[in-house]
């Protein structure tokens, strides 16, 4: 099969309360590309829909095969009808329990040659890559699904850990981060992914609340160790919060920290407008 090139994008969700991007990947470029001569431009929507154009989400373009990258995502595969969920890869089935657009698109990339093939250049990357790793929530199945593509690459590479002990440094503090952040993935793994719906791998509603709850309070023990202004630089808030540094997003007096929670865990799982959670209730 013939080499492609693959290009990975990024692009602002506007309807959420807070910056975030979705990500998506193609063999061709998207902006202002006339893809009319191409019989087989292919699309990768990473749960996401079609776009034409987005901003290089922090990856460039490298030659592989499509045999390669449809072991892990058949390409141009979409479907949003009937309540189902956008087509995500192989392993990331459920883009509640599994993984968001974010962790799709890095296993696509893991194709590429290079390391870490990853989108850190998409806002909010460090806040999904914190609740769902590198490359989502089914670690067994990844590992099997990246070691037939790739016998050079670390499909366990943990791009958070990564930044994190860049900028907290290998101490105490990194380490009860990590044990809370160990804490949800167990949880997501054992209670909310046997809740998922075979049909079209969505949630029950409670269930989506539940996510919603155990993230804005794992977000909150962060906040708790890493302390307002490392938080901010760790999460690339000021970016998520429209320029706002953490001074300044609480000195006006309109915003509180158990808002800030809500708001990021809502815009993570797209909740509904007009939920309310509790930071504190982590019940099953």
Not at 151 to 179: C, H, M, W
């Amino acid at each position: 099969m013939a080499d492609l090139n693959l290009y990975a994008w990024r692009i602002k969700m506007k309807w959420l309360p807070v910056h975030l991007d979705h990500t998506f990947v193609t063999d061709y470029e998207v902006n202002g590309s006339d893809v009319s001569g191409d019989p087989n431009p292919d699309f990768w929507y990473c749960y996401g829909a079609g776009h034409d154009n987005g901003e290089t989400a922090g990856q460039g373009k490298s030659v592989v095969t499509l045999d390669s990258v449809s072991n892990i995502s058949e390409p141009n595969k979409h479907s949003g009808t009937d309540g189902q969920q956008e087509y995500g890869t192989t392993t990331l089935r459920s883009w509640y329990a599994d993984g968001k657009c974010h962790q799709a698109a890095n296993q696509i990339l893991f194709c590429i040659d290079s390391d870490p093939p990853v989108t850190i250049d998409a806002v909010g990357n460090w806040l999904t890559s914190f609740l769902y790793g590198t490359y989502g929530l089914r670690p067994k199945e990844w590992v099997d699904v990246a070691k037939s593509v790739r016998s050079d690459g670390n499909p366990s590479y943990d791009v958070f850990y990564v930044r994190a002990k860049e900028l907290i440094g290998d101490n105490d503090t990194l380490q009860r981060l990590e044990d809370a952040r160990a804490k949800f993935h167990k949880w997501v793994i054992e209670k909310v992914q046997p809740k998922v719906k075979k049909d079209h791998y969505s949630l029950p509603k409670k269930w989506i609340h539940r996510l919603n709850r155990h993230s804005e309070y794992v977000l909150a023990q962060a906040y708790y160790y890493l302390g307002g202004e490392l938080f901010w630089d760790v999460f690339d808030l000021k970016s998520i919060l429209g320029g706002a540094s953490h001074e300044s997003y609480f000195e006006s007096g309109e915003s509180d920290i158990v808002e800030l929670f809500e708001n990021l865990a809502a815009a993570i799982h797209n909740a509904g407008e007009g939920e309310e959670y509790s930071v504190g209730d982590t019940s099953d």
